[in-house]
């Protein structure tokens, strides 16, 4: 059961350890989804942006090694950066960025690596509305180059995802960028042993989501579970959490 949580008041919430201490211990999943949820509360609010986390002492705390507490897969698209809709500071968040979050062996090893010699528990995957390399995915799909090799490679990791979207596209690529999120996720499991084992020990959470460039929201798909298929996400704008955790 998916229940959602009211961003009203999240954003008064503080976020301790990362910022604040130089714990090695591991923050578990639901805890960084909490963080990433009340730090977009914080950012679509507009006020009491968080002030802690970036002064020089954090700057040497952080020379002796870094722990961040979740992995954030998005699109590379300027007006998106995880740090800044997530309200995040120095070492909090591991970001991998690619155009449409498209995959290839430098970005899942990146993701490896800060699983498995970092710790992290949980990958986001962000999409976004209006994503460019989601359409150009789409106007790809009977076969027409992207204009180069590089950017045709690119397009063609996106195609499968969504390949069911060849008529008329929906209103700003929403549904096709929410199929080629949860795309990504699942395919992070199957193209990766490593993190596929981790998933499927109920190591390592995966959830997709989506940042709506009108309004700042990022939305999140309840998370990825072995051996199911996903639900519906909630409606644009609100946040959800799955309570069975």
């Given at each position: 059961?998916?229940?959602?949580?009211?961003?009203?008041?999240?954003?008064?919430?503080?976020?301790?350890?990362?910022?604040?201490?130089?714990?090695?211990?591991?923050?578990?999943?639901?805890?960084?989804?909490?963080?990433?949820?009340?730090?977009?509360?914080?950012?679509?609010?507009?006020?009491?942006?968080?002030?802690?986390?970036?002064?020089?002492k954090d700057?040497?705390?952080?020379?002796k090694g870094?722990?961040p507490h979740?992995?954030?897969?998005?699109?590379?698209?300027?007006?998106?950066?995880?740090?800044?809709?997530?309200?995040?500071?120095?070492?909090?968040?591991?970001?991998?960025?690619?155009?449409?979050?498209?995959?290839?062996?430098?970005?899942?090893?990146?993701?490896?690596?800060?699983?498995?010699?970092?710790?992290?528990?949980?990958?986001?995957?962000?999409?976004?509305?209006?994503?460019?390399?989601?359409?150009?995915?789409?106007?790809?799909?009977?076969?027409?180059?992207?204009?180069?090799?590089?950017?045709?490679?690119?397009?063609?990791?996106?195609?499968?995802?969504?390949?069911?979207?060849?008529?008329?596209?929906?209103?700003?690529?929403?549904?096709?960028?929410?199929?080629?999120?949860?795309?990504?996720?699942?395919?992070?499991?199957?193209?990766?042993?490593?993190?596929?084992?981790?998933?499927?020990?109920?190591?390592?959470?995966?959830?997709?989501?989506?940042?709506?460039?009108?309004?700042?929201?990022?939305?999140?798909?309840?998370?990825?579970?072995?051996?199911?298929?996903?639900?519906?996400?909630?409606?644009?704008?609100?946040?959800?959490?799955?309570?069975?955790?």
């Amino acid at each position: 059961m998916v229940m959602y949580v009211a961003l009203i008041f999240s954003f008064l919430i503080p976020q301790f350890g990362l910022a604040s201490s130089g714990t090695k211990e591991a923050v578990s999943p639901q805890t960084a989804m909490q963080w990433l949820m009340n730090g977009n509360g914080r950012f679509t609010s507009t006020k009491l942006l968080r002030k802690d986390g970036q002064s020089f002492k954090d700057i040497q705390r952080l020379s002796k090694g870094q722990h961040p507490h979740t992995i954030v897969l998005s699109c590379s698209d300027s007006r998106v950066p995880p740090e800044i809709v997530f309200d995040q500071k120095l070492g909090e968040i591991f970001v991998i960025r690619t155009a449409g979050q498209a995959l290839n062996d430098n970005a899942i090893g990146s993701i490896e690596y800060a699983v498995e010699h970092l710790g992290t528990k949980l990958i986001v995957v962000m999409g976004h509305t209006s994503c460019g390399a989601v359409t150009a995915a789409h106007s790809t799909l009977g076969g027409k180059s992207a204009g180069t090799p590089a950017l045709d490679a690119l397009v063609k990791d996106i195609h499968p995802r969504i390949s069911s979207f060849k008529g008329e596209p929906s209103a700003r690529f929403e549904k096709e960028s929410w199929a080629n999120a949860e795309g990504v996720a699942k395919d992070l499991t199957t193209r990766s042993s490593l993190l596929g084992e981790a998933f499927a020990k109920n190591e390592l959470w995966i959830v997709p989501s989506m940042y709506d460039l009108n309004s700042g929201r990022v939305t999140f798909h309840e998370r990825l579970r072995p051996g199911t298929s996903m639900r519906a996400p909630a409606s644009q704008g609100e946040a959800t959490f799955h309570s069975g955790h």
